[in-house]
């Protein structure tokens, strides 16, 4: 399985050395490493492993957890596989069908900034939001959607353990929501992805921009 890591490490000589010793320790093979911030003496780090056995997931965050120059910011599975290009395989497929662009960004996005599922809904929605409301939807997202009241940019809010990121859809009045339940909250970077992304696509798709229906939907059993 692929996990991507987010800690703070040390920013000194060796600091990071002791978390790839750990890594290996555990069994985990280091995919790709990205630096995402430097301040006050520390560097923000996301690593993708590979970890071949899921039982060691727990050994590996004890072990980072462990070292005194580390802070865990979160550990989650990661469906983006380093190297490829997901942004520009997204783009492909919605210049591709324009009219079911909505429905491709909210079903990948998710996987592409590991979180657990996204909606498309009008700007300004918030509270408990009617199915008419939702114009799109992850097939994991839950049945009955509520978001918190979102600012209409792109943005992170957190509401309890959960993290939203943002974006809007071009000028088409919607928001795009991304949801991840847990640690880490959405990073800057992904924010400017999550928007620029959803810019492109809107700017792509124009006039044709719209929500198709699946031809089968695993939430109302079909």
Not at 166 to 181: D, K, N, Q, T, Y
Not at 207 to 216: D, E, V, W
């Amino acid at each position: 399985m692929l996990l991507r890591l987010r800690i703070w490490v040390a920013d000194r000589p060796g600091a990071l050395g002791q978390v790839t010793r750990e890594l290996g320790a555990c069994g985990a093979d280091i995919v790709q490493v990205s630096v995402l911030s430097r301040e006050r003496g520390r560097a923000l780090d996301e690593i993708t492993v590979f970890l071949p056995e899921q039982e060691q997931r727990d050994r590996l965050e004890r072990a980072l957890r462990a070292l005194t120059s580390v802070t865990v910011e979160g550990i989650r599975p990661s469906g983006e596989v380093p190297g490829a290009f997901p942004d520009l395989d997204l783009l492909g497929r919605v210049a591709a069908d324009p009219r079911a662009a909505l429905n491709l960004l909210a079903e990948a996005l998710p996987r592409i900034l590991a979180a657990d599922w996204a909606v498309v809904v009008p700007a300004g929605a918030g509270g408990p939001l009617p199915a008419a409301a939702v114009t799109a939807r992850s097939w994991s997202a839950p049945r009955e959607i509520e978001v918190p009241q979102l600012p209409q940019r792109a943005a992170a809010v957190s509401v309890g353990g959960t993290r939203y990121a943002c974006a809007p859809v071009g000028e088409s009045g919607l928001l795009l929501v991304v949801a991840r339940i847990g640690d880490p909250a959405f990073h800057r970077f992904e924010v400017m992805r999550l928007a620029r992304v959803t810019q492109v696509a809107a700017a792509i798709a124009g006039s044709r921009l719209g929500a198709r229906a699946p031809a089968s939907s695993a939430q109302d059993g079909s």
